[in-house]
């Protein structure tokens, strides 16, 4: 088979394909641009719908953040009307760990959003980094796997994986 110089072969597919695409084993097509699959709706997140699929990340990890600021102001108004945090003084900590009591599923519901929070917005700061500096997931993780990607990198040489 005969490859174009600008492109790659996939030897599952047995066809040509553009760099920066990759074959995916779970969907078992090749995806142009691919960065990752994702196991939250069993799809490719590739150059077609990477934008599509950070957008409602974004809405994802805002709701995360709303309901935990919501949830949390309900609750530390709940602290005698007072707008400073539990643990600034010594009554209201046990006053905040009386909560619990008085509104189990809010607190539950609080931590449950503020720990999604943590590792969906540490994944979100990865992404807006990814795009700031123009590149996939996938060329993030296997780097090394990337010719382009090393300093040794000749322009003119062959780029196949």
């Known amino acids: 088979v005969q490859v174009p110089r600008d492109m790659g072969y996939c030897v599952t597919c047995r066809k040509a394909r553009p760099l920066r695409s990759k074959h995916c084993k779970y969907c078992g097509v090749c995806v142009i641009g691919f960065d990752h699959h994702c196991a939250f709706v069993n799809k490719c997140c590739g150059a077609e719908n990477h934008r599509q699929f950070f957008f409602t990340f974004s809405i994802i990890v805002f709701c ?50 503020f720990l999604n929070l943590l590792w969906q917005g540490l994944l979100w700061w990865f992404h807006i980094y990814c795009i700031s500096v123009n590149l996939t997931t996938n060329e993030v993780v296997n780097w090394q796997r990337f010719a382009y990607l090393n300093r040794n990198f000749k322009p003119r040489q062959r780029l196949v994986e």
């Not at 919501?70 to 009554?91: E, R, T, Y």
């Not at 189990?104 to 449950?112: A, E, G, R, S």
């Open 64 to 113: 995360h953040l709303t309901f935990y600021q919501v949830g949390l102001f309900h609750l530390l108004g709940d602290l005698d009307g007072a707008a400073s945090f539990p643990w600034l003084g010594a009554g209201r900590v046990w006053r905040a760990t009386a909560l619990y009591g008085e509104h189990p599923w809010l607190v539950t519901m609080v931590c449950f959003h």
